[in-house]
T-cell receptor, first 109, second 118 residues
Framework: GIQVEQSPPDLILQEGANSTLRCNFS?????LQWFHQNPWGQLINLFY???GTKQNGRLSATTVATERYSLLYISSSQTTDSGVYFC???????????FGTGTRLKVLA | NAGVTQTPKFQVLKTGQSMTLQCAQD?????MYWYRQDPGMGLRLIYY???????DKGEVPNGYNVSRLNKREFSLRLESAAPSQTSVYFC?????????????????FGDGTRLSIL
């Protein structure tokens, strides 16, 4: 089946730093999404980004579907950005969403 | 605006007991999903319902059954709970059953049900 790799697995930043998280898919996916799971376990939808680039405040995401990867950029990080970031998407032609194992981010004050 | 509501939030069961997890969404979404998340891992799809009246197996369906009661509600049943089913269960919904990249169809998640089986 399709494999989803996220890197880095863990990341520690000082408040105000920038970071890039990467998501690689072993095969084509549709409807790629990025999620943030906060320390209380809630999953928040950050971006729905099958292709191209989107920005929302300090966050932006880029998906290059032809090369099967997506990037999530966090600028001027804040302590509230801490948590786990997941990418997910279903293989083309299916609804069976596959999640990556996540990047665990800790932002220090 | 409630979004996706899951009940209960916490539950402890004994091995062999049965239980149904409830999920309801008020966004008029067509598709609904059940996932489990084990400690330190990503989510794995158990079952999904692309549209009202249909259900299909996901990655880890064994030991579970589902019912799409109506467009709003999608329940997950454990007939005979086992310790390996201890997990956090998430329900999600999305607007459209479309398979392609057409339209805006992000998934929206409930807050989860923490289930422990002794």
């Amino acid at each position: 089946g399709i494999q989803v790799e996220q890197s880095p697995p863990d990341l520690i930043l000082q408040e105000g730093a920038n970071s890039t998280l990467r998501c690689n898919f072993s095969d084509s996916v549709n409807n790629l999404q990025w999620f943030h799971q906060n320390p209380w376990g809630q999953l928040i939808n950050l971006f729905y980004i099958p292709s191209g680039t989107k920005q929302n405040g300090r966050l932006s995401a880029t998906t290059v579907a032809t090369e099967r990867y997506s990037l999530l950029y966090i600028s001027s990080s804040q302590t509230t950005d801490s948590g786990v970031y997941f990418c997910a998407g279903p293989p083309s032609g299916t609804y069976k969403y596959i999640f990556g194992t996540g990047t665990r981010l800790k932002v220090l004050a | 605006n409630a979004g996706v509501t899951q009940t209960p939030k916490f539950q402890v069961l004994k091995t062999g007991q049965s239980m149904t997890l409830q999920c309801a969404q008020d966004m008029n979404h067509n598709s609904m999903y059940w996932y489990r998340q084990d400690p330190g891992m990503g989510l794995r799809l158990i079952y999904y319902s692309a549209s009202e009246g249909t259900t299909d197996k996901g990655e880890v369906p064994n030991g579970y059954n589902v019912s799409r009661l109506n467009k709003r509600e999608f329940s997950l049943r454990l007939e005979s709970a086992a310790p390996s089913q201890t997990s956090v269960y998430f329900c999600a919904s999305s607007p459209s059953p479309g398979l392609g990249n057409s339209g805006n169809q992000p998934q929206h998640f409930g807050d989860g049900t923490r289930l422990s089986i002794l």
